[in-house]
């Protein structure tokens, strides 16, 4: 994956909480929905009762991010002064990330218009405070419906190839926060009112969810390298196929199967599934990609998941 060398970024839909504390580890006691991408991804629930578009019944403003939990603050001038040019990305994880936020926020916006409201990703280290509740870097990647943030600890992509196996790279780190952004989506289009909290199986609505936010980042991944930024150009210039295999690499080791048998209890339970199995999240997140229609994402339509 390559960003174009002279693109400029734009840092301000990313804040960055690295290092200005944690707040505290308890909030509401709500879980976060996420990814399935942590070690203890299958322990994280999807909190449905804040589904839905408007404000969740939290306050919460539209844009997004409401105010930081005790202890935190943030300051977001040093990542916009490193991360500034397609250059940066390049040479870059935490600068890549920000291009990855604008390329897929960009994309959203051209399918959904004004239906679609930016929303900012977290950088955090060790632990972060959220509208969910506290959350901790074992969560992996994670969006919080009630605060519409996307929350990530960049370690995590070091962990995805150390722990689980992975073979990484800038574009594996580009799907896993597609894939949170999809769940925004489904958060603004209220698809989340279509599942049972605590709902879990091969088939069941969670893992329904899960597989439609794998979905939507395969298809923002057909038009990465179209998809326009301010300047008229796209931000991202190259895609290979490498990358794609790299990323389906990714989609089976993070599936529920996978992660049961080789860093769980060694035994694979479908009805404790909640993320979908690892060939279910490579066929889904393919048909994204060789689609490029999020209308082929609809997972609640059909009965044969794969």
Not at 63 to 74: D, H, N, S, W, Y
Not at 98 to 117: C, H, K, M, N, P
Not at 263 to 277: I, P, W
Request: aromatic letters at 8%; a negative charge.
């Amino acid at each position: 994956m390559r960003y174009r060398e002279g693109g400029s970024l734009d840092a301000s839909g990313v804040s960055d909480r690295r290092g200005r504390g944690g707040g505290r580890v308890g909030g509401r006691g709500l879980a976060v929905g996420g990814g399935g991408l942590g070690l203890v991804g299958l322990l994280i629930v999807v909190v449905l009762q804040l589904a839905g578009g408007g404000d969740g019944g939290t306050g919460a403003p539209l844009g997004g991010l409401t105010g930081l939990g005790q202890g935190e603050t943030t300051d977001d001038t040093a990542l916009a002064e490193r991360c500034r040019t397609g250059a940066d990305a390049n040479d870059s994880v935490e600068c890549a990330v920000v291009a990855d936020v604008e390329s897929i926020q960009d994309f959203w916006t051209s399918v959904l218009g004004a239906d679609y409201r930016p929303t900012d990703t977290v950088f955090f280290s060790g632990q972060v405070q959220t509208d969910c509740g506290g959350a901790t870097s074992g969560s992996g990647p994670f969006y919080c419906p009630a605060d519409r943030g996307v929350y990530i600890d960049l370690s995590f992509f070091d962990q995805l190839q150390r722990q689980f196996g992975a073979r990484g790279g800038l574009f594996v780190n580009a799907y896993v926060i597609a894939h949170e952004y999809g769940h925004h989506v489904q958060n603004l289009l209220g698809t989340n009112r279509q599942v049972t909290p605590g709902d879990s199986g091969p088939a069941s609505g969670t893992v329904r969810l899960e597989l439609q936010a794998d979905c939507y980042a395969g298809a923002w991944a057909n038009h990465a390298e179209t998809v326009p930024d301010d300047s008229g150009q796209p931000l991202i210039a190259e895609i290979t196929q490498d990358d794609i295999d790299r990323a389906l690499d990714a989609a089976g080791r993070i599936g529920d199967d996978f992660i049961q048998e080789n860093l769980g209890s060694g035994t694979v339970d479908q009805d404790a599934f909640t993320h979908g199995s690892s060939e279910q999240r490579q066929r889904w997140f393919m048909t994204g990609y060789e689609t490029g229609d999020p209308r082929r994402c609809d997972t609640f339509a059909t009965d044969d998941l794969g």
